[in-house]
């Protein structure tokens, strides 16, 4: 688990931390959006790197001792460690502090921002966000006379808000956001040192603009100032590498926000200084806190490299040569996607509760072909089992080997498997010219019965696209637990509440009725029955021939044909008699007794067998 914890996402509703990709589909303007941002990263982190050495080797930090902390809302109390702390009331969003304490000569102003509990195992607590900083000297006789602050260095550059953003009026700022992990610090550099005159007071304004779930104010609870005039500040200030590096990265700054496109998700870890604390769950209670655990793995296995632990090193230890584990895992669940059954049957589960392999051997051989010879390339795998003489044998089946083997265990025949909900679908939407091609983009409600979508805590509607939308893949269905999508939950699809393996197909009366009677299917008739019309001959029997080929990629059989010519036929007969068009009735009677013959061809058991 702390392998896994200390990345840098915030469990909100954003998708941080993202990179920002051209519209534009070239996977050339790709990888140097990818390459851009990432410079401009490590560039800004280079920038912070060099203003937090400075702050840790300068040792001349001393306490400014508030003289009293207001606030506009709830109450402030300044306690005798010179820290300041919330006492009471109420903190909303928005919240403003100011803190004045006697000035002296200086440079920088370290802001410590300190967890309510000195406890760690009380960590991490409600994030504590500055959105807006500023500083002012207010002389003896009232005057005002504003400081400029140049640059904000932080402990850590973690998390969506830059530190800078806080000399700017928005909600970001420096903190720790929307959890703070421990103590975290910030500098506020001025552009020039000062040396006020006696009498004067040092002012500084707090501004909390920003809130997590639950519009939550994520404002300062505890924390404490220290003050430094150390000449360190001035050469950082005027160094001419520094002014460099600034200018740098606002241009790739501004070259990026040039582009017109979409932020898309990725993996980035968290900082040292900002790592998470990984601790123990008394009896699995996530309130009860134990031990503060590390990145590990258990001793019985290989070690891990001496690479920086974090994600990377978890993923190369898995996929090491030591491990055979990994392999074996991978080959048996490709196996089962084309066998239907896995060499190891539970491939959810290779540990003593599971099933025993089969074919030992077997596994161990295609799990060294992987790992060694192909280099865990799915393809390349994927093309030698295929090519099996095992995978290409016929399905058709003896009465004395059904009886024997009737799950196929011994694999003296080809595998026969269902497809999945999914591939259902969309092979009837490829089939009939319907697939939307379209890659990416937001979920779809494509058509469903009427009456099946129903919600209980809002008054959302399914709304079905008019579009080329609605026959987008089944990959973008929009999903709602209490209320899956009534095709798919009929063909076994899982519900997402758990991570699903294997799935357990069925063969129920209820997956007939979708096939023949869903809205998608109706529709899916209608378009193999009009490409049947355009590509399948000039006659029915070559209509009704061409659209079984299409969908079964068999040649279909004398009889076959004369039951489907037979449908054909009294489909015609009864909508010419018909008051009112039937559910696949079209232009014509022809076009809608096709329409039958194709939706009962998407039915068929080799339709939907693999």
């Known amino acids: 688990m702390a392998f896994l914890n200390n990345t840098a996402d915030h469990d909100l509703d954003h998708d941080y931390p993202t990179v920002?990709?051209?519209?534009?589909?070239?996977?050339?303007?790709?990888?140097?959006?990818?390459?851009?941002?990432?410079?401009?990263?490590?560039?800004?982190?280079?920038?912070?790197?060099t203003g937090r050495e400075a702050a840790i080797s300068v040792e001349d930090w001393q306490p400014l001792v508030p003289a009293k902390a207001v606030s506009s809302h709830g109450q402030l109390l300044v306690t005798k460690d010179h820290e300041v702390r919330v006492a009471g009331g109420t903190f909303p969003i928005g919240v403003r502090y100011e803190v004045t304490a006697p000035a002296r000569p200086l440079q920088a102003i370290k802001l410590a921002i300190l967890p309510e509990s000195d406890n760690p195992i009380d960590w991490p607590e409600r994030g504590s966000i500055v959105s807006q900083v500023e500083l002012k000297l207010v002389t003896a006789d009232g005057e005002n006379q504003p400081l400029e602050i140049c640059e904000i260095i932080a402990d850590s550059l973690i998390g969506s808000f830059d530190p800078m953003d806080a000399l700017s009026e928005s909600a970001a700022g420096l903190g720790g956001?929307?959890?703070?992990?421990?103590?975290?610090?910030?500098?506020?550099?001025?552009?020039?040192?000062?040396?006020?005159?006696?009498?004067?007071?040092?002012?500084?304004?707090?501004?909390?603009?920003?809130?997590t779930t639950g519009a939550q104010s994520v404002h300062l609870r505890r924390f404490s100032l220290t003050s430094s005039d150390s000449p360190d500040w001035a050469a950082l200030v005027s160094s001419a590498d520094r002014q460099a590096q600034w200018k740098q990265h606002q241009q790739l700054t501004a070259a990026r926000d040039e582009w017109n496109g979409i932020r898309v998700p990725v993996m980035r870890s968290r900082g040292a200084m900002a790592a998470r604390p990984t601790r123990l769950f008394v009896r699995g209670n996530w309130l009860d806190r134990g031990d503060l655990v590390t990145p590990g793995v258990p001793e019985q296995l290989?070690?891990?490299?001496?690479?920086?632990?974090?994600?990377?090193?978890?993923?190369?230890?898995?996929?090491?040569?030591?491990?055979?584990?990994?392999?074996?895992?991978?080959?048996?669940?490709?196996?089962?996607?084309?066998?239907?059954?896995?060499?190891?049957?539970?491939?959810?589960?290779?540990?003593?509760?599971?099933?025993?392999?089969?074919?030992?051997a077997l596994l161990d051989h295609l799990a060294v072909k992987l790992q060694h010879d192909q280099k865990w390339q799915i393809k390349p795998f994927l093309r030698d089992l295929v090519l099996s003489s095992t995978y290409r044998q016929a399905n058709r089946v003896s009465a004395e080997l059904q009886r024997r083997d009737p799950r196929n265990r011994l694999l003296a025949r080809g595998p026969r498997t269902r497809l999945s909900a999914e591939m259902v679908r969309d092979q009837a939407l490829l089939t009939s010219g319907l697939l939307a091609p379209k890659i990416s983009g937001p979920s779809v409600m494509p058509p469903q019965p009427e009456g099946v979508w129903a919600t209980v805590y809002n008054n959302h509607m399914w709304e079905t696209p008019a579009g080329p939308d609605r026959f987008r893949r089944a990959l973008y269905t929009y999903w709602k637990r209490t209320s899956p999508y009534p095709s798919f939950e009929s063909f076994d699809a899982p519900s997402r509440e758990f991570c699903t393996a294997r799935r357990i197909s069925t063969n129920t009366p209820l997956q007939a009725l979708v096939m023949l009677n869903d809205p998608v299917y109706i529709e899916c008739s209608q378009g193999l029955a009009d490409r049947a019309r355009e590509a399948g001959g000039a006659t029915p029997a070559d209509?009704?021939?061409?659209?079984?080929?299409?969908?079964?990629?068999?040649?279909?059989?004398?009889?076959?044909?004369?039951?489907?010519?037979?449908?054909?036929?009294?489909?015609?007969?009864?909508?010419?008699?018909?008051?009112?068009p039937g559910p696949t009735q079209s232009a014509s009677p022809e076009s809608a007794a096709l329409a039958v013959v194709a939706n009962t061809i998407l039915n068929l058991d080799q339709a939907l067998t693999k």
């Not at 990709?21 to 959006?33: F, G, I, K, M, R």
């Not at 055979?324 to 959810?348: C, D, M, Q, S």
């Open 20 to 49: 920002k990709l051209p519209d534009n589909d070239a996977e050339s303007l790709w990888a140097t959006a990818f390459e851009l941002e990432k410079r401009r990263q490590q560039l800004r982190e280079e920038i912070n790197n």
């Open 177 to 211: 956001y929307p959890k703070l992990v421990g103590p975290r610090w910030a500098v506020l550099l001025l552009a020039e040192a000062i040396d006020p005159p006696s009498g004067t007071s040092l002012v500084l304004k707090l501004q909390h603009h920003a809130s």
């Open 302 to 360: 290989h070690p891990l490299s001496d690479e920086e632990p974090g994600r990377l090193q978890l993923a190369r230890w898995l996929v090491a040569s030591e491990n055979p584990l990994t392999a074996r895992v991978l080959a048996n669940r490709l196996w089962a996607e084309l066998f239907g059954i896995g060499i190891v049957e539970t491939v959810e589960d290779f540990g003593s509760t599971g099933t025993p392999r089969s074919h030992p």
């Open 543 to 580: 209509w009704i021939r061409w659209s079984f080929q299409s969908v079964t990629q068999r040649t279909p059989t004398v009889a076959t044909l004369v039951e489907l010519n037979g449908l054909y036929e009294a489909a015609i007969a009864e909508y010419e008699q018909a008051s009112e």
